[in-house]
């Protein structure tokens, strides 16, 4: 079946413009992430969406980063008045997270981000 | 803070060798283990899971878990050139975010 879906690929904006990404999980997972990567680094976790459930917001650097999901499927990461140092490559992933089994991460293509 | 620890490498393995990849983690209480491959320039690619103590296979790649001692490895067979890129292990960390280590460079030459 479909895999984890992002857009755009990649992405070139100016400092101070706001970003929106976009993630369309695999299909029936509850769970979806995002997460980040600057370039030799490891992944940085941002947000976790479950569901009905509050998202975890625990890994977003600051209040310019925020992230929703709509009817529990389409995911958009969105950076306002963006910096430099937030050129990265921004991947998203999803898992059926079923208690005791699912816990699985299937990632997305990514999108390059580039901030000049 | 919750760690995942793994050698940057290079670790450089001929072709046809077994290659050794180490992880280890802090959080005693970490139930879940998996291990990623990444070529240069793509994305994370689940290669194996494991849950238990012990030993998991699938094809040339065998997972091992010893959470007494807070170590999951990854051994591939027959190494092939094809499978040079990172190995990312990542752990577990509550309310199933995975906490990655840096990863593993693989290279393997002919």
């Known amino acids: 079946g479909a895999g984890v879906s992002q857009s755009p690929s990649n992405k070139v904006t100016e400092k101070g413009k706001d970003v929106e990404l976009r993630c369309d999980p695999i299909?029936?997972?509850?769970?979806l992430y995002w997460y980040r990567q600057s370039l030799g680094q490891g992944l940085e976790f941002l947000i976790y969406?479950?569901?009905?459930?509050?998202?975890?917001k625990s890994g977003l650097p600051s209040d310019r980063f925020s992230a929703e999901r709509t009817g529990g499927s389409v995911s958009t990461l969105t950076i306002q008045r963006t910096q430099q140092e937030d050129s990265a490559v921004y991947l998203c992933a999803s898992s059926l997270d079923l208690a005791g089994q699912g816990y699985e991460q299937y990632f997305g293509p990514g999108t390059r981000l580039t901030v000049t | 803070q919750k760690e995942v620890e793994q050698n940057s490498g290079p670790l450089s393995v001929p072709e046809g060798a077994i290659a050794s990849l180490n992880c280890t983690y802090s959080?005693?209480?970490?139930?879940?283990f998996f291990w990623y491959r990444q070529y240069s320039g793509k994305s994370p690619e689940l290669i194996m899971f494991i849950y238990s103590n012990g030993d998991k296979e699938d094809g040339r790649f065998t997972a091992q878990l010893n959470k007494a001692s807070q170590y999951v490895s990854l051994l591939i067979r027959d190494s092939q050139p094809s499978d040079s890129a990172t190995y990312l292990c990542a752990v577990n960390g509550g309310y199933n975010k995975l906490i990655f280590g840096a990863g593993t460079r693989l290279a393997v030459h002919p």
């Open positions: 959080d005693r209480g970490s139930q879940s």
């Open positions: 969406f479950q569901g009905n459930s509050a998202p975890d």
């Open positions: 299909s029936g997972h509850t769970a």
